[in-house]
């Protein structure tokens, strides 16, 4: 009875029985806790004193709450050779991820324009050749990355890593870009032209007021991956290391005890910025990108 | 010289010529319809009359000006497309303003022009709505008005109906007619629609497979068709065409072509230069209009040919009824009054008006007579 009433108003294509229905979120439900884990540890041991983390149980509760770990953290743990906390890491991250997500989405969509909408004698070709890009592994760059920066005198510094992220995230925000105006209609660019609008101004007028899905996505996509980014960080960054490679130095150390509560704080505050991005723009991202490949 | 010139006008996308050599002139105020099967190259013409495709060769020039590579937004024309094209991200007076706002019209100039267009159209009541908001039929407008505004020389049209129902379809074309005749812009217009193009033009020119097939007035291509091409594309039903010899009786030529059951019957030729035709075989250009019950014949006709024959099919069609017969082995379509008394399986006395018959050569399918 029970499962024929659910039937008839659940707009699901299923109809499941009640003892289904609350096995299924059982089991969802334990996936979730599961999951949340790692999170939980990090969090509630990053509030504890460092003796109660080693003397007793990581599942536990903190008997003496404390913010110091995240503190010191921030602003005083011991960063390869000086005690600066990580507090100038994350700022040399953010120096480079916004201009470089920046940048990288801005030249995407006027590639994307221009492989669709400006096309050209080859254009395929080039097109093809950036997708390839995508598929280039880190490594196999560093060596010639290195020659490249060195003649440019941006060696081991900010604008440096900006170069780096951007040249190599051009190939993932073409592609995007590139799909979401190939369904744009082309008549509207022919529109324009008659209306007397060049090659900017269609851009700027037209084109851009409906990129936000894909630019949402373009975003999402290119920060996460340049602030999670290690091995360019440690290999160009210089002096100018991001906060990846610092809490790598800050858990990596060799010298004194092991603070944990201090890494757990510090592992924390590195992945805030994601997690800030993907809350925030996180259902655009799925939005975007079902607008870009269904249409496209 | 006419007002926008099409000379010896080619295209070619890559060994592939699409456009053949295209001459036409259109003088000021005409309302030249290009019209076509799919295919033929009519929006690759008006696309290069607004710059939007390049010229392999020959010349377009309007207002004596040639146009050769210059960039659409400087032509002076403004175009209307299928899909209407609206901005989505613009409300529909921004839409219209937008030309205007890229060619450096000042604000108040700019609000006037909206405002009197969009009064002529009746669509002032939805400037501030966006693309999105509208119906079919009321993009339409704005997609009309956003070229009105312009004050263009030219006003390009490319299939501008195609996307509309049929009874709308048939308002709009009265709306573009009534606008032509008010404003008196020069219009060229493409379709493959042939009653849009007899009803609203004052000039057609019929295209096939990239070569003008006929260029001239509505009645001219429809009463004189060039060849067997335009004859058969223009008018609906289509021109009936039926194979006949010419043989010559009293003096003057007769069509001798055979009836459902193979018996001969002669048609007097009111075309007097088939002469030199005796005895050669033709193609019978009618059209289902000039065959009709005795009474529903036209009065003014002195050639009115009475022919026997069965009635194959009958198909009332509320104010005509459409008859089927076989001629020379093919089906002829008769347009008869609502309440003409034939039936099917008897035989009828049709009336032909042999004035309007015309003949082909069946070799080349050029037009041969009158
Ligand atoms: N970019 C192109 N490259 C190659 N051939 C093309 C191109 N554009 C059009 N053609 C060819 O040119 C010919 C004319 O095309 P056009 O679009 O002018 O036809 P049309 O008369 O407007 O037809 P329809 O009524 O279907 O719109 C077609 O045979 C088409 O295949
Ligand atoms: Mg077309």
Redesign the pocket.
Same mark, same amino acid.
């Given at each position: 009875m029970a499962s024929s009433v659910s039937g008839a108003t659940q707009d699901s294509a299923v109809s499941t029985g009640n003892v289904t229905r609350v096995f299924i979120y059982l089991v969802l439900i334990l996936f979730a806790l599961f999951y949340l884990l790692p999170l939980y540890v990090m969090a509630v041991n990053s509030v504890k004193p460092l003796a109660e983390i080693t003397g007793g149980n990581m599942m536990a509760l903190p008997r003496d709450w404390t913010l110091e770990p995240w503190g010191a953290a921030w602003s005083t743990a011991q960063i390869g050779v000086s005690p600066t906390g990580l507090k100038p890491y994350f700022l040399n991250s953010i120096l480079m991820v916004v201009p470089a997500v920046a940048i990288s989405t801005v030249v995407g969509a006027l590639n994307g324009y221009i492989l669709t909408k400006w096309r050209f004698r080859g254009d395929t070709w080039v097109f093809g050749l950036m997708l390839f890009s995508c598929f280039i592994p880190f490594q196999i760059v560093l060596i010639p990355m290195a020659r490249v920066l060195g003649l440019l005198g941006l060696a081991g510094s900010v604008p440096g890593l900006i170069l780096v992220h951007v040249v190599y995230g051009i190939g993932f925000t073409t592609l995007y870009f590139r799909n979401y105006y190939a369904a744009f209609p082309t008549e509207l660019i022919r529109a324009a032209q008659i209306d007397g609008a060049g090659f900017f101004r269609i851009f700027w007028r037209i084109l851009l007021p409906v990129s936000g899905p894909i630019a949402v996505v373009s975003v999402i996509w290119q920060f996460t991956n340049i602030w999670n980014d290690f091995l360019f960080g440690v290999s160009f960054g210089g002096t100018s290391q991001p906060v990846t490679a610092a809490l790598n130095n800050l858990v990596q150390s060799s010298t004194g005890v092991k603070e944990y509560n201090v890494h757990f704080a510090g592992a924390i505050l590195a992945a805030l910025p994601t997690l800030f991005v993907y809350i925030v723009a996180g259902r655009y991202f799925v939005r975007g990108l079902m607008a870009g490949s269904v249409k496209g | 010289m006419g007002f926008l010139d099409i000379s010896n006008v080619t295209?070619s996308? %890559?060994s592939?010529e #699409? =456009?053949h050599r295209v001459d036409i002139s259109v003088e000021e105020g005409e309302f030249l319809v290009l019209v %076509?099967? &799919?295919?033929?190259?009519? &929006?690759? =013409? =008006?696309?290069m009359i607004a710059g939007l495709e390049g010229i392999t060769g020959g010349e377009i020039s309007i207002k004596g000006r040639v146009v050769n590579g210059v960039h659409p937004s400087k032509r002076n024309i403004a175009m209307v497309f299928?899909s209407y094209a609206l901005y989505p991200n613009m409300t529909v007076g921004q839409n219209m303003t937008f030309g205007l706002e890229m060619h450096g019209v000042p604000k108040p100039e700019r609000d006037k022009a909206l405002a009197e267009v969009a009064k002529l159209l009746q669509i002032d009541h939805l400037l501030d709505r966006k693309p999105g908001q509208l119906s079919g039929g009321q993009r339409q407008r704005v997609a009309m008005g956003r070229a009105l505004v312009r004050d263009p020389d030219v006003f390009l049209f490319?299939?501008p109906l195609s996307n509309l129902d049929a009874k709308l379809r048939v308002d709009m074309r009265t709306e573009i007619k009534k606008l032509h005749q008010k404003l008196r812009t020069t219009i060229v217009y #493409?379709t493959?629609d042939q009653i849009e193009a007899m009803t609203l033009s004052t000039r057609i020119a019929v295209?096939n497979k990239?070569h003008v097939q006929q260029l001239g007035k509505p009645k001219e291509i429809y009463d004189s068709p060039a060849n067997l091409f335009v004859a058969t594309f223009m008018g609906s039903p289509a021109m009936n065409i039926v194979p006949a010899k010419v043989v010559m009786e009293g003096g003057r030529p007769q069509a001798q072509v055979t009836d459902a059951e193979g018996r001969p019957i002669l048609l007097a030729l009111e075309q007097g230069n088939l002469a030199g035709w005796e005895g050669r075989d033709i193609l019978l250009g009618i059209r289902p209009e000039a065959i009709t019950d005795p009474e529903g014949a036209d009065r003014n006709s002195h050639a009115i040919r009475s022919l026997s024959n069965l009635v194959t099919v009958t198909e009332p069609a509320g104010a005509d009824t459409f008859v089927t017969m076989s001629l020379s082995g093919r089906d002829v379509i008769a347009r008869m009054r609502a309440d003409a008394a034939v039936h099917p399986g008897q035989r009828f006395d049709f009336a032909v008006n042999m004035e309007k018959a015309v003949a082909f050569d069946p070799a080349t399918e050029e037009r041969i007579a009158p």
């Open positions: - | 295209k996308y %890559g592939v #699409v =456009l %076509g099967p &799919s295919g033929c190259g009519k &929006s690759t =013409l =008006l696309n299928q490319d299939e #493409v493959h295209m990239g």
